[in-house]
């Protein structure tokens, strides 16, 4: 799949032929690392081990990403499942205690601490907290959690139905809901959540399992609760559990009652007495849905025309990627649900992966995941593999600053009237997206706050969040569907109490947008800045770099957020 890909940088260490999924060929290479750790006798020796390391853990670290993006390109080839297990197995388990002791080691080196701190003393951070948690009896329950991960994507990619003459893939199903037909949208949201109940059992038989993995790594590593060991495994060192509940509560003040007011809007446009779960999607005036294109080729060529109106240095990165066969983003049967974008860290070059089946909310993943991958790029020169990646909550505001930044430059794929529908519903769906960052963290928050909890309890607890930042539409006869929604969040699953970083990147990606109305040429320019210093600064430094500030209190979401609704109502009125 990946057979062109050559490294970045020629290798120095790692033989060109050493085979990345053989533990034999990988072990020596570690045993000598290890010997010339601990020969280092120079500040100079100690900075010249750490790219030689930085080098072998980039090429295995791609061969896990290979094996990854292929089984969730076709999560129903065994070759690939077999291969990707293969890695997590027999690879992944060896290699932490490895990777361990070598940390150990470093930290131990009389050269460590004095490092100078501006350019490496993130990466110390870094290595003292994986030191500090790292414990040989969690590796085991890491592989399982892994492979409990793998049975949900395999289980979720399965899913599909036969509609309008043939089976389709439950994301394919979601075009109908846009459709003007109420009673066509009723038929598929009635068939798409039929088909989801038959494998509540098993997915909660999943989540039940990781459960009984994660309590006790947390436990392992000397931690009361699983939610606190995560924060730390996420190095988290900028905000704390209680700034996450603070966010909620400030979202339950200031934006659900918005976006209560944005679905009441609706109702009234539908002319509709009741909403109902499968109104959400269609447009107020029901026009036909906005089909911006056919055929994937159309979607990365039409994209390809935004990024050329946008900036030249995002152009060519597009182009980059297009080029080399490192777009996968139709649907079909058997692909993972999702998208996302992983880094080749040898090749230091972005995959972006996506279902995209004909929707405007296509473009807006592709312009997403697109962010993501001029992160990659734009960091692809820091030395330290370590750095060519930075903290999620930062990797979001690169990602979700394109949707934003690229809004105005929809002409490729729309007409100016159904550019600004398009612009319109992006606005609604930022607005709408706050209260479900809410509710998915705080659910986990309480899941893991309270590891005994039974199927009811969890039930109950997801329902009265529900209550709390929901929405008006009515949920009758379909209670059962309600119950499980958080079945559909493959982070809850995959990886935990990864969402809020949603949420303080949308707030991080609403300042650049702020910022382009008044200046786009040096907003850009900042934005590109900023992605080059990959994970080599604090959070707060980074968001900073970007013209912006790191901070997701009241003070900031007020004004933000009263923005954003202005801009709903003028585009309401056009």
């Known amino acids: 799949m990946f057979a062109a890909l050559k490294p970045f940088e020629p290798r120095k260490f790692v033989p060109l032929q050493l085979d990345l999924g053989d533990w034999t060929q990988i072990e020596p290479l570690l045993d000598r690392l290890e010997a010339d750790l601990k020969k280092v006798g120079s500040l100079q020796q100690l900075e010249s081990w750490l790219l030689t390391s930085s080098e072998l853990s980039a090429a295995i670290a791609q061969e896990s990403s290979m094996r990854y993006i292929a089984m ?3 999560t129903d080839d ?21 990777s361990f002791q070598l940390e150990q080691l470093l930290v131990k080196s009389p050269f460590f601490e004095i490092l100078e701190e501006t350019e490496y003393g993130v990466f110390k951070k870094k290595v003292r907290n994986h030191v500090e948690l790292f414990r040989p009896e969690n590796v085991p329950l890491e592989t399982e959690e892994t492979k409990l991960g793998q049975q949900y994507q395999k289980l979720v990619g399965a899913m599909t139905v036969q509609y309008d003459g043939r089976e389709q893939t439950l994301p394919q199903l979601a075009r109908y809901l846009e459709e003007p037909n109420r009673n066509v949208r009723h038929e598929v949201f009635e068939l798409m959540v039929r088909r989801r109940v038959q494998d509540r059992e098993a997915l909660d038989q ?38 996450c509940e603070a966010f909620q509560k400030v979202v339950e003040q200031f934006i659900v009652p918005l976006a209560r007011r944005i679905q009441e809007d609706r109702k009234r446009e539908l002319a509709l007495d009741v909403l109902r779960p499968w109104d959400l999607s269609v447009d107020t005036k029901n026009r036909p849905p906005l089909r911006p294109f056919r055929e994937t080729s159309e979607l990365i060529h039409k994209t390809q025309a935004i990024f050329e109106r946008l900036d030249p240095h995002l152009s060519s990165d597009f182009r980059l990627m297009s080029t080399r066969d490192l777009l996968d983003l139709a649907n079909r049967k058997g692909k993972a649900p999702g998208g996302y974008q992983s880094t080749l860290q040898e090749a230091r070059v972005p995959f972006i992966f996506m279902n995209a089946v004909g929707l405007h909310r296509d473009v807006e993943t592709l312009l997403h995941e697109s962010g993501h991958a001029f992160h990659s790029l734009a960091a692809r020169e820091l030395a330290l593999n370590d750095y060519r990646h930075a903290p999620i909550e ?40 706050f209260p479900w960052i809410a509710q998915v963290d705080a659910f986990q928050h309480w899941i893991y706050l309270n590891p005994g909890h039974t199927r009811k309890e969890r039930t109950r607890a997801w329902l009265e969040l529900t209550q709390r930042f929901g929405g008006i539409e009515d949920w009758s006869g379909y209670e059962f569907c309600r119950e499980t929604l958080w079945h559909k969040q493959l ?37 590109r800045h900023a992605l080059a210093l990959g994970g080599s600064r604090p959070l707060p430094e980074l968001f900073a770099a970007a013209g912006i500030h790191f901070d997701f209190s009241e003070a900031t979401i007020r004004p933000l957020i009263e923005a954003v609704r202005e801009e709903y109502e003028r585009l309401s009125r056009e």
């Open 394 to 433: 930062f990797c979001e505001v690169a990602s979700m600053s394109m949707e934003l930044l690229a809004a105005d430059h929809l002409d490729p794929f729309y007409s100016t009237e159904d550019k600004r529908r398009a612009q319109l519903g992006h606005l609604k769906d930022i607005i709408g997206l």
């Open 491 to 527: 982070h809850i699953f995959e990886v935990p109490f990864y969402y809020i970083e949603y949420g303080i990147a949308q707030l991080g990606a609403l300042q650049i947008w702020q910022n382009a109305r008044r200046d786009l040429g040096k907003t850009l320019g900042q934005y």
């Open 206 to 243: 999943i989540f039940d399992g990781l459960l009984k993995i994660r309590v006790p790594i947390a436990q392992n590593a000397g931690f009361e609760n699983y939610r606190d060991y995560v924060f730390r495994r996420y190095e988290r060192f900028d905000y704390t559990p209680a700034d």
């Open 72 to 74: 969730t390109c076709q």
């Open 78 to 98: 065994p070759e690939r499942e077999k291969a990707f297990l293969h890695f997590v197995e027999n690879i992944e388990p060896r290699l932490k205690p490895r």
